[in-house]
């Protein structure tokens, strides 16, 4: 007597099962990243509804309360001019924040445009934009900007704009290896040979094969672009007074440090924090969703 065959039906639902629980448990799998995630996650809320939970202005000043160490008043305590630090390093999240993701759009774009430039051209066109690349990579993304910020002048928006130009070289040079792999691959051929116009291959078939691996790169260099900003605010060529910037209250506190730690202490460990918490989450969305190393594994 003979019975029905039901392997294959059972052992498609079970690789059926086992894809979505591989899908779905990535935050089992990787409790770090699940952490940083969650730490990432607060610092954006902190800085969206910054102005409804901090409990003071962070430009306000009160002479009363200069210098004032952690209190219940104060949580983080105040700084030489009396304002209120746990004020000052929410607001800071969001400086921080909106620089890192802004700069990062620049220099993601710019580094496209460039990437896609160089490797569809060939030729002089593709040598002459890879030695400007090379020469931008040359130079660590702190100088860059610094030499920007001497050019634009000093402000956040003039921040934004100097990290995210500093930044278009790493993009450019990931985009044009991205675009020679996805050039030679036979469905690109099929398309040329078909008579379909360059623009369209372009956009149809080159572009969605790029955009991914250049958004895994962009959650990677947030936390640079954060970096290299407070760094230039630390250094007294970034974010002006009285912005609640973290590299800036990090420089303030430097002439008090030995009886106001805290004035330091405090927006540098919110910053050191927000690093490794987006540089967690960046390489587990690498190791997680880069096809390169998927293809690898």
Request: no cysteine; net charge positive.
């Amino acid at each position: 007597m003979t019975h029905p065959d039901i392997s294959e039906p059972s052992g498609h639902s079970g690789a059926q099962a086992m894809k979505t629980t591989a899908r779905r448990s990535i935050f089992v799998r990787r409790p770090f990243f699940t952490a940083a995630l969650l730490v990432a996650l607060g610092y954006v809320l902190a800085s969206v509804f910054a102005p409804w939970i901090t409990p003071y202005s962070p430009v306000a000043q009160s002479i009363d309360a200069m210098m004032k160490p952690p209190s219940v008043a104060h949580p983080l305590g105040t700084d030489s001019y009396g304002k209120d630090i746990l004020s000052r390093v929410i607001f800071g999240a969001r400086y921080a924040l909106a620089i890192g993701f802004f700069s990062v759009l620049i220099g993601a774009t710019g580094g496209l445009v460039v990437g896609l430039a160089a490797g569809l051209s060939g030729g002089w066109v593709e040598w002459v934009l890879m030695r400007l690349i090379d020469s931008i990579l040359a130079l660590p993304s702190l100088i860059l900007a610094v030499a920007f910020i001497a050019i634009l002048g000093q402000g956040v928006d003039k921040v934004i704009i100097a990290v995210g130009l500093s930044l278009i070289g790493p993009f450019a040079r990931t985009v044009r290896a991205d675009v020679m792999q996805v050039r030679v691959q036979l469905f690109v051929e099929a398309a040329h040979l078909m008579s379909i116009p360059r623009l369209k291959v372009i956009w149809r078939h080159i572009l969605p094969n790029v955009i991914f691996p250049l958004a895994v790169q962009v959650t990677i260099r947030i936390s640079e672009a954060i970096l290299v900003s407070s760094s230039l605010s630390f250094l007294g060529i970034g974010v002006t007074p009285p912005t609640p910037d973290w590299g800036l209250m990090i420089a303030e506190g430097r002439a008090f440090v030995s009886f106001a730690p805290w004035m330091s202490a405090m927006p540098g460990f919110a910053l050191a924090l927000l690093l490794i918490a987006l540089s967690i989450v960046g390489d587990g969305v690498r190791e997680e969703f880069d096809p390169k190393l998927r293809r690898g594994a």
